[in-house]
């Protein structure tokens, strides 16, 4: 039997409160240091599991898709629920959207998008988040043997669109969670309808 991947298990454990705290104080703000006490070790064992703390914000941008690729998927193991699945997933964001808070890394990250890598994990992020939901309106539209006036690539990005606004409108107040829950639902239906003109 092979043994576990010592590293691989640590890396999964201190990940999470690595990107709680990128999502906190943001890129520049937070140092190696803080992450270390946050995650109750010394610096010198982050530095052996990642090389940089450029690498370990690398990783936190990674796991803000992982960790909704995660809960999607068991959103849609769940059982006794009805519609297609970029309708159960549809409802769930309009409950959940942004309650992690670790959409701030991302906006963390696009004041660092002169870095090359940092911009290289936000495009394999945004691309991640936009294949899924366009498989997820895809799937949707054919069970319903729908006709649209929306491309899928189109709603696709749009969804990544109407995400970040959501969670922007969080910070900045610009919408009560009611509006937000409503503005999701609303505009998510049509555009997994595919019906918007």
């Known amino acids: 039997m ?13 990940l999470p409160v690595i990107a709680r705290r990128f999502a906190e104080r943001g ?13 109750d070790v010394q610096e010198t064992i982050l530095y052996r ?18 960790l909704s690729a995660r809960i999607w998927e068991e959103v849609l193991d769940r059982p006794g629920r009805g519609g297609s699945g970029a309708e159960r997933l549809l409802e769930y964001e309009s409950r959940h959207l942004g309650e ?6 991302i906006f963390a990250g696009l004041s660092e998008t002169d870095d090359p890598e940092i ?4 495009r394999r992020m945004f691309q991640s988040f936009h294949e899924e939901i366009g498989g997820r309106i895809g799937e949707h539209r054919r069970r319903r043997g729908s006709r649209s006036t929306v491309d899928i690539e189109q709603a696709a990005w749009a969804f990544v669109g109407l995400g970040l606004l959501a969670n922007l409108s969080r910070d900045v107040e610009l919408f009560g969670e009611k509006q937000r829950r409503s503005l999701i639902a609303g505009v ?8 918007l003109s």
Do not use: D, H
């Open 100 to 105: 992690f808070g670790l959409y701030r890394i």
């Open 2 to 14: 092979a043994r576990p991947n010592l590293s691989e298990e640590k890396r999964a454990k201190f």
């Open 27 to 39: 890129y520049r703000r937070t140092t190696t240091a803080e992450l270390a006490e946050a995650c």
């Open 188 to 195: 998510g239906r049509l555009l997994l309808e595919g019906r």
């Open 49 to 66: 599991l990642w090389p940089s703390k450029k690498e370990m914000f690398l990783a936190a941008i990674e796991s803000v898709y992982q």
């Open 119 to 122: 911009q290289a994990a936000l």
